[in-house]
T-cell receptor, first 112, second 111 residues
Framework: GEDVEQSLFLSVREGDSSVINCTYT??????LYWYKQEPGAGLQLLTY?????DMKQDQRLTVLLNKKDKHLSLRIADTQTGDSAIYFC????????????FGSGTRLQVQP | EPEVTQTPSHQVTQMGQEVILRCVPI?????FYWYRQILGQKVEFLVS????????KSEIFDDQFSVERPDGSNFTLKIRSTKLEDSAMYFC?????????FGPGTRLTVL
């Protein structure tokens, strides 16, 4: 079945760039997403990329997709303490239920 | 900005009791979902709902679970006889186009 994997923890200093990585197994994945979860809050959609793209930029966020290696990354430029959260990678296909398959989440800690 | 809302934020129940978790979707969204996240584990898909019927469900969504949209606004998840292992965060989500928007979740604790 589908599987999405992420490293569990990343620590960076304020002002540095953060890169959060994700790998997935489903070659029919059509859309790949990044969600942010702050303590006690729900899942906030940050951005997503269609599988025929290899890059998408949205302000401080850059998503890179290597479809051959099934590798997705989220780069946060000029990381701020407010970026501290858990970041989830998720994927779905363009058919059927369109339900998301999530990774286990990467906890980003930003040190001042 | 429209949001998905969920009530209650926290529900504590005794094993064997029925619980109903409620969600108010974003008004012009047509696709609804329930997910759950057991503490320390991944967010898992439970069920999707479209046009007043279930469109797909996961292996987790057994006969103890049901969903409905009784009044055209609320979207509910019912667990008929809760088990200890049902303790989790339950997230409602709605979709328009390619974007799924999640509610803040209901934390269900089964004692």
């Amino acid at each position: 079945g589908e599987d999405v994997e992420q490293s569990l923890f990343l620590s960076v200093r304020e002002g540095d760039s953060s890169v959060i990585n994700c790998t997935y197994t489903d070659s029919s994945s059509t859309y790949l997403y990044w969600y942010k979860q702050e303590p006690g809050a729900g899942l906030q959609l940050l951005t997503y990329i269609f599988s025929n793209m290899d890059m998408k930029q949205d302000q401080r966020l850059t998503v890179l997709l290597n479809k051959k290696d099934k590798h997705l990354s989220l780069r946060i430029a000029d990381t701020q303490t407010g970026d501290s959260a858990i970041y989830f990678c998720a994927e779905n296909t363009d058919t059927g239920r369109r339900a998301l398959t999530f990774g286990s989440g990467t906890r980003l800690q930003v040190q001042p | 900005e429209p949001e998905v809302t969920q009530t209650p934020s926290h529900q504590v129940t005794q094993m064997g009791q029925e619980v109903i978790l409620r969600c108010v979707p974003i008004s012009n969204h047509l696709y609804f979902y329930w997910y759950r996240q057991i503490l320390g584990q991944k967010v898992e898909f439970l069920v999707s709902f479209y046009n007043n019927e279930i469109s797909e469900k996961s292996e987790i969504f057994d006969d103890q679970f049901s969903v409905e949209r009784p009044d055209g606004s609320n979207f509910t998840l019912k667990i008929r006889s809760t088990k200890l292992e049902d303790s989790a965060m339950y997230f409602c989500a709605t979709r328009k186009g390619n974007e799924q928007f999640f509610g803040p979740g209901t934390r269900l604790t089964v004692l």
